[in-house]
């Protein structure tokens, strides 16, 4: 049978043989795609343990919306308009759009005209400035909380945000939009360091890094969030606002119930983290094996499909790729930094099963980042090999954005 996972702004497909079992993991029984207009302005009218935006515009006199940068799939351009229309009724006309771009690179006018639609040019907007930052106090963990100083001189604070599986974070969306969203480099290197925690891992609230994300943001003051969840072909199905906390859980618990699969251990995965942004170089496509990675027999094979046209994505993680595998292994226990952990965990993963990475990136590259270079067809024949016509096969064409869990007792 014929495949097909996300690439970039395309597909790729592969033909398994018939004699392999082969699973697909999709997300189960999710509603029909509504009008998603509808569903914002629902979610806005019903808000959760909140008043309605509009009411608590009222007593400000200038508010900030914090949106996601270009690495994020977030729908901002639909979320924007029922926002800005709510903080009018509520009298507020002083408005700015912050992106979010905690440690990444600055967007270019384009990325920024794409992400907020037809308010480009109509609404003031700026980029998160990681160096610009006001200290608020320390966490119970020991992180300190550093905040972009427009969103600290804001009367009214709006997130918005995708709620996704995160590997260390449990879930995207919520309090992630301050912390790292518009933190200083200070604030997300301790905060990202409690991905240490055994608990901190995706699926779970009671993280290390979560709970310590949402300690951040309660000394900073959220006054609303709205987050939405969205299919695989990024239409909003599912939409929350209000408490930044309650209404985030909300948007877990769909997530949960539709993407959250339990599977028997596979012989090979292939997975794409779901096309474009989530591929758009190793650091952010690596989550897709995170999410991936538990439902892997010992010494399998892993197919990671992502186009990476921007390449390693992150200059630590770049620099890091100069060690080798065991030595970048060992630098990471002896004390964590933003970046090489990436380089770790690959490195790590890449001793226990065979890593194959399908991408635009030149073979050198992607040796040098501890994958195997092939074509899918390639990746494939040679997992094959390895493991016999009858392997058990686990499809994931949307990594990014499911769950895989092992069943017990198998």
Known sequence: MLYNLPYGNTEISVDIPPECRVKVIKPVNVPAAEDEISLIEKALENPVNSRRLSEIADHGKKAVIIVSDTTRPTPTSKLLPSLISELHEGGIEDIMVIFGLGIHRKQTE???KKILGELYGKIRSLEHDPNNCVYLGTTERGTPVEIFR???????????GTIEFHYYAGYSGGAKSILPAVSSNRSINANHALMLDPGSCAGRLDGAV????????????IDFILNVVMNERKEIVFAAAGDHIEAHRKGAQFLDIHSKIRVEPADIII???GGWPKDIDIFQAHKALEHAKNAMKEGGSIILVAECREGY???????????????VIERFKSGFVM??????????????????????LADEAVRKANFIPATLKGALDMALLKHGMEA??????YGGSMLVTVIENQ
């Open 150 to 160: 427009p969103v600290l001189e804001a009367d009214i604070v709006v997130c918005t």
């Open 110 to 112: 384009e990325e920024k």
């Open 210 to 221: 979560r709970q310590d994300i949402e300690e951040a943001a309660g000394m900073l003051g």
């Open 392 to 397: 058990k096969i686990i499809v994931v064409p």
């Open 339 to 360: 970046g090489g952990h990436k380089a770790a965990l690959i490195a790590a993963l890449s001793k226990k099963v065979d890593l194959y990475l399908v991408s635009s």
């Open 313 to 327: 994505g992150n200059r630590v993680y770049e620099e890091w790729l100069k060690y080798g595998r065991d030595e």
């Open 271 to 273: 997975v794409s983290p």
